[in-house]
């Protein structure tokens, strides 16, 4: 009887042999092809969760594949450990940043280290370390060397008693997220990374990334967003603020004659003179203040709106006046801080004019609905047809926008210009974990940059959170240095980077590590682009999109010869639970699966036996409680089972749900596995030949290999699956031992330790980790036969296994043959028999 797989005792051993031995580092001087597999790098949170398990378990397959496939493969781990997070534990629990940081770390290192991940832990590196952010530091004075840093106001999400900026997702309601108070829209000199330089390369770059999910290209994109329109000025009447005119930009010019107010940001030249004179005014900017900073939560808030009394003259008709309104949902930032409203056509200017009683007017036809008058419950933002729009009438909406470009133009009014939704980066937090901005300001020089001799400029360790607000401000014996340029006072810039600066790079970091640079250009091109990336869509966006501009700013400046970071892109499902609960509303307590007895359709909390409500399934989150932690499965069914559980439910682009039921199924898996390797060590080897499982095993050899190239680990694992069963079904024989052999190999990305073991077991040499990918025999991937449908009158009632290229008088006499269409016949004589070689016999009777 075939003994159990000890997954504890072969999950050790063999990790220590991978360790001890170096087998996943990679080799900058490899002849071999190079291949670079890289998931995103995590935050160190506390605890890695079964979302890490999933995204690394897919990467490791992949690295693992691609080194039995012969490639050098670098797949590097490291954490992206500066961030918002630090600072809250560290006023919550009274530590310091890094000591919790770094604790962090160990604890989730460990736990990957317990998957038996394929990983060249030699390259780790942390984003919170001198020896990463120095180099950060000195990336940042190569860009303000090349003109690709400046320094602005701007508006923030300013906190009045944290004493903080917050980031958007910080804002609830409009108000801190810890403090509760209402927040105020303020202006701080912040730094700016030119990314705009570069918004027609990366717009233009990403129709070239052939192995990126369309999805993902689409909302790049829409974040870059290259748009065509007009600008144009309204004649102002009275004289405001010592202007007769108001500039105003439109992707919409074809709407311009359903206009019916004109709205300017609070902080407009227009609105400041306004509220300098009139207290009511400045209270109203003032409260405009309080909204929110982007685009996406203008859209969400209550529209608010001041009519200042002015009018703008229509440019197509003098005596159409519109008023002039001071808005919340404009800013400053966008465009020129000025829009002109069309209610029936823009969700946000039907919501203003709705609440302030202003003219709707329909001037693009939806379908034959041409009435002026418009009483839809929303605004229609489709294509059509003008209407009501004097010479723009029945052109569609793209001849329209070009006809007013082409009037406003001739008029001296307006020119069409091209505009992007894209910003620049700004890149000041202020906030003390994180990568200190390496600039030194002086009352004499101004801004100085540090002397690169100086790096890395490190973050001081005795600051306290004990007082709000950004402690590196009161750290006179770190804040306070010699300004470089005159020998002066200076004071250190104590700001510090956005972590997706962090992010933006370390990919390149994880390929080249020289001590006195941040890469070594030939070193770090042998690895890049990244040949395979993966992780979660929310990153969907702004980090793909800075790591994109980062390689581009770094080859503009000739330090690298790569534009796009990333060949290949994957963006994995999440892994989701049920939610356990009781209560309502704000009063709803949320319980952990390991707190509570789950039978049947039921759960109760263990402390007391009462029912706990089971919620829906949603993400695994510490919020929800919902989480599992991977330690206690890996320690109960061994790392094996685990991964192969991520691998083996659902799609990979897809969510799953995690359940008890599928890692106890993928657990007896790797039992079945064991037992065939276990008895084939037993047994005598057996002569004689199989030939179906022969083509069983090589297509599987290639189909596995196939898809897990295209990532697609569900079918690879429903074909394991096959084989599994198709060697068990089968007699002894060579070609099963053979099988046996070779399926060891094909499990090995997916099932690392149990491959080792059952390798050793078989008495090879070396580590199957090292060993090659099985070769197929294309003679054994031709099909010598077809399933051919038999049907009569069109019903199908048989199919046959035939030779292929079997003649039509062949397949018809074994189609008349068969007992099932001789009881659909019910004694008829065919009328007319119909073959189509290799595919259908269809009997007409």
């Known amino acids: 009887m075939a003994s159990r797989f000890n997954a504890l005792k072969a999950d050790a051993a063999w990790q220590k042999v991978w360790d001890e031995s170096r087998t996943f580092s990679a080799r900058d001087d490899s002849p071999k092809p190079k291949s670079y597999v890289l998931e995103m790098f995590p935050y160190p949170s506390g605890r890695i969760h079964?979302?890490?398990?999933?995204?690394?378990?897919?990467?490791?397959?992949?690295?693992?594949?691609?080194?039995m496939q012969g490639m050098e493969v670098l797949h590097p781990m490291g954490w992206d450990a500066f961030g918002m997070p630090a600072e809250n534990a560290a006023m919550e629990k009274k530590v310091h940043p890094g000591a919790w940081t770094r604790e962090n770390i160990a604890t989730m290192k460990a736990q990957l280290k317990r998957l038996g991940f394929?990983?060249?832990?030699?390259?780790?590196?942390?984003?919170?370390?001198?020896?990463?952010?120095?180099?950060?530091?000195?990336?940042?004075?190569?860009?303000?060397?090349?003109?690709?840093?400046?320094?602005?106001?701007?508006?923030?999400?300013?906190?009045?008693?944290?004493?903080?900026?917050?980031?958007?997702?910080?804002?609830?309601?409009?108000?801190?997220?810890?403090?509760?108070?209402?927040?105020?829209?303020?202006?701080?000199s912040q730094w700016f990374l030119k990314i705009t330089q570069f918004a027609d390369e990366l717009l233009e770059g990403v129709q070239g990334l052939e192995h990126w999910p369309d999805k993902v290209k689409l909302m790049q994109e829409n974040w870059i967003g290259k748009s065509e329109g007009l600008k144009f000025r309204f004649a102002l009447d009275p004289n405001a603020g010592?202007?007769?005119?108001?500039?105003?930009?439109?992707?919409?010019?074809?709407?311009?004659?359903?206009?019916?107010?004109?709205?300017?940001?609070?902080?407009?030249?227009?609105?400041?003179?306004?509220?300098?004179?009139?207290?009511?005014?400045?209270?109203?900017?003032e409260q405009c203040k309080l909204g929110g900073t982007t685009a996406a939560e203008l859209e969400t808030q209550e529209k608010l709106g001041w009519d200042t009394g002015l009018c703008a003259t229509h440019p197509f008709d003098s005596e159409w006046k519109l008023p002039v309104y001071i808005a919340n949902f404009v800013l400053m930032d966008y465009g020129t801080g000025a829009v002109f409203g069309v209610p029936a056509h823009d969700q946000?200017?039907?919501e203003f004019a709705t609440k302030y009683a202003l003219p709707i007017r329909r001037v693009v036809s939806d379908g034959d609905r041409a009435d002026p008058a418009f009483h839809e419950d929303e605004a229609y933002t489709g294509p059509g047809t003008l209407v009501n729009s004097h010479f723009l009438d029945g052109m569609d909406v793209a001849d329209a926008k070009r006809a007013v470009i082409v009037r406003a133009e001739e008029g001296g009014w307006g020119t069409g210009t091209t505009v992007w939704r894209l910003r620049d980066w700004g890149v000041s937090r202020q906030r003390y974990w994180g990568t200190p901005i390496p600039?030194?300001?002086?009352?004499?020089?101004?801004?100085?940059?540090?002397?690169?001799?100086?790096?890395?400029?490190?973050?001081?360790?005795?600051?306290?959170?004990?007082?709000?607000?950004?402690?590196?401000?009161?750290?006179?014996?770190?804040?306070?240095?010699?300004?470089?340029?005159?020998?002066?006072?200076?004071?250190?810039e104590t700001d510090t980077l956005d972590t997706f600066v962090d992010s933006s790079w370390y990919f390149i970091r994880f390929a080249s590590q020289p001590d006195d640079k941040p890469f070594d250009k030939s070193v770090a091109e042998?690895?890049?682009?990244?040949?395979?990336?993966?992780?979660?869509?929310?990153?969907?966006?702004?980090?793909?999109?800075?790591?994109?501009?980062?390689?581009?700013?770094?080859?503009?400046?000739g330090k690298l010869d790569v534009a796009e970071p990333f060949a290949g892109l994957f963006t994995q499902g999440m892994v989701t639970h049920e939610t356990y609960y009781r209560g309502e509303g704000t009063e709803r307590v949320w319980y952990n699966p390991e707190?509570?007895?789950?039978?049947?359709?039921?759960?109760?909390?263990?402390?007391?036996?009462?029912?706990?409500?089971?919620?829906?399934?949603?993400?695994?989150?510490?919020?929800?409680?919902?989480?599992?932690?991977?330690?206690?499965?890996?320690?109960?069914?061994?790392?094996?089972?685990?991964?192969?559980f991520m691998l083996s439910d659902s799609p990979p682009e897809r969510d799953l749900e995690w359940t008890e039921n599928g890692i106890e199924g993928a657990w007896r898996f790797v039992q079945r596995l064991w037992r065939l390797f276990d008895q084939l060590a037993e047994q005598k080897d057996a002569d004689g030949a199989d030939v179906a499982l022969d083509k069983k095993l090589h297509?599987?050899?290639?189909?596995?290999?196939?898809?897990?190239?295209?990532?697609?680990?569900?079918?690879?694992?429903?074909?394991?699956?096959?084989?599994?069963?198709?060697?068990?079904?089968?007699?002894?024989?060579?070609?099963?031992?053979?099988?046996?052999?070779?399926?060891?190999?094909?499990?090995?990305?997916?099932?690392?330790?149990?491959?080792?073991?059952?390798?050793?077991?078989?008495?090879?040499?070396?580590?199957?980790?090292?060993?090659?990918?099985?070769?197929?025999d294309p003679a054994l991937l031709v099909d010598d036969e077809v399933t051919i449908a038999v049907q009569v009158n069109g019903k199908l009632r048989d199919t046959l296994v035939l030779p292929k290229g079997a003649a039509k008088d062949v397949a018809e006499a074994a189609a008349l043959a068969s007992e099932n269409v001789q009881r659909a016949l019910e004694g008829k004589a065919p009328r007319k028999v119909i073959v189509v070689p290799d595919r259908l016999v269809n009997i007409v009777a």
């Open 50 to 67: 079964m979302g890490h398990v999933r995204n690394y378990t897919m990467g490791d397959v992949l690295a693992r594949f691609r080194r």
């Open 118 to 188: 394929a990983l060249d832990w030699t390259r780790e590196l942390a984003t919170c370390e001198p020896d990463y952010y120095g180099h950060e530091q000195a990336l940042f004075l190569d860009l303000l060397d090349a003109g690709l840093v400046y320094r602005k106001e701007s508006a923030v999400n300013w906190d009045p008693v944290d004493l903080t900026v917050l980031a958007n997702e910080q804002v609830i309601d409009g108000r801190g997220w810890r403090s509760g108070a209402l927040i105020e829209r303020r202006k701080l």
């Open 242 to 285: 010592g202007t007769d005119q108001v500039e105003v930009f439109t992707t919409r010019p074809d709407t311009i004659f359903g206009s019916s107010f004109v709205a300017i940001a609070a902080d407009h030249p227009i609105a400041q003179h306004l509220a300098a004179g009139n207290p009511e005014i400045a209270a109203f900017v």
């Open 348 to 350: 946000r200017d039907f």
């Open 439 to 492: 600039v030194i300001h002086c009352d004499s020089c101004g801004v100085v940059p540090a002397p690169r001799d100086s790096l890395p400029i490190v973050l001081p360790e005795d600051v306290t959170f004990d007082v709000p607000g950004n402690p590196l401000d009161r750290h006179p014996t770190w804040r306070d240095v010699d300004c470089p340029g005159c020998g002066g006072p200076g004071r250190r």
């Open 526 to 557: 042998q690895w890049l682009p990244v040949g395979q990336y993966i992780g979660g869509v929310e990153h969907a966006i702004l980090h793909l999109l800075y790591a994109r501009f980062w390689t581009r700013a770094l080859r503009h400046m």
């Open 595 to 644: 707190d509570l007895d789950i039978a049947g359709n039921g759960a109760t909390l263990k402390t007391d036996g009462a029912p706990v409500d089971i919620g829906r399934i949603e993400k695994m989150s510490k919020s929800k409680k919902n989480t599992v932690d991977p330690t206690g499965i890996v320690d109960q069914y061994g790392a094996d089972a685990v991964r192969w």
């Open 699 to 776: 297509r599987t050899i290639a189909g596995v290999a196939e898809d897990v190239e295209a990532l697609a680990f569900n079918k690879a694992v429903a074909k394991l699956y096959e084989l599994t069963a198709a060697i068990e079904k089968a007699s002894p024989s060579a070609s099963r031992t053979n099988a046996i052999r070779a399926l060891a190999r094909i499990v090995a990305p997916m099932v690392p330790h149990l491959a080792e073991e059952a390798w050793a077991l078989m008495g090879n040499d070396g580590l199957i980790a090292d060993a090659p990918w099985p070769e197929v």
